[in-house]
Every structure is written in C-alpha cells, then in structure tokens.
C-alpha cells in the first residue's frame, strides 16, 4: 500500500474530501521564498481544493488521516492511463502508413484515430478507476487547524 497523510476538509456520505500534508523538507528550502519544488509544480498544478477519497471510517471535518491505495491498482491505472492511448496512437499510425506509404496524411489521420478510440476505451473502464480510488485506513481526531508547510512554519517562527 502507498500511504500519505492528510487532512478531512468535509465528508459526503462514504467519501471524503481530503487535503493531502506537504512534504517534509528536502533541504533545498530558501527560508525568503520557499520551496522551490513546490513552487515549480504550483505553476502545472490545477487550483484543487481537495481530492475525494472512500471514507469506511467516522472521519469528520479537521481529523488527520492515513490514505492509501493499493501499489497494484495505481500501477494498472497508470498503464491504462497512459499506455493504452499511447499504444493505439501509435497503432494507428502504422497501419495508416502502411495502408497508403506514400502519403504521411494516413498516418497522422491513423495516429488520431487510435489516440481518440485509446480514451474511448479508458472511459468505458471507469469501474477500473474506482477500484483505484484511495481509501481512509486510519482516523486521528485533531485541531480542525490547516497543514503547515516546513517553509511556512519557519516563516511564522
């Protein structure tokens, strides 16, 4: 199991909203600006408040949690994710240029198609992805305060 800790922001019948703890300090810190890691993947991060989780446990508002999800699943999920329309894109393409060799069009048309029909069959897999879904296995009562990052502890300090 791949286990990370995280905070409940709310609860929604069997799932949770969760705010998953910064990392610990890597010791590359600048105490005036920050992690730089962070800031980095601040720049390609969607604005997400949350991520929602399977909650089997009485977990409420501001308790610290364990969440985990099976290395297995993550592992299927992410060569579905990423192998099956990579895989197809490039089926496509050879059988577009095999089919009409002089012309590249077929392939790059045979390339798209692949690609397209890859994320068709990803989404008829949803039941793949909610096997995946990480899951609450311990519960700690706590301060509803938010997580403190190793560079904003040092700020307050």
């Known amino acids: 199991m791949i286990e990370t800790e995280a905070q409940v ?6 799932h949770a909203w969760v ?3 910064p990392h610990t300090p890597c010791g590359q810190c600048d105490p005036k600006t920050g992690c730089k890691s962070v800031a980095v993947s601040r720049l390609f991060a969607q604005a997400q408040e949350g991520f929602r989780v399977q909650s089997p446990l009485s977990s409420k508002a501001g308790d610290l949690v364990t969440v985990a999800v099976a290395e297995q699943q993550l592992l299927k999920t992410a060569v579905w994710a ?3 329309p990579l895989l197809l894109l490039i089926a496509g393409a050879a059988l577009g240029q095999w089919l009409m060799p002089q012309s590249p069009v077929y392939s790059v048309l045979g390339a798209c198609i692949g690609f397209v029909v890859g994320f068709v069959l990803l989404k008829q897999q949803h039941q793949l992805a909610a096997s995946a879904e990480p899951v609450i296995v311990a519960s700690r009562h706590s301060s509803p305060s938010p997580f403190l990052s190793p560079c904003q502890m040092k700020r307050k300090s």
């Not at 922001?9 to 069997?14: L, S």
């Open 9 to 14: 922001i709310r609860v929604d019948g069997r």
């Open 19 to 21: 705010k998953i703890k």
């Open 82 to 84: 990423y192998g099956v």
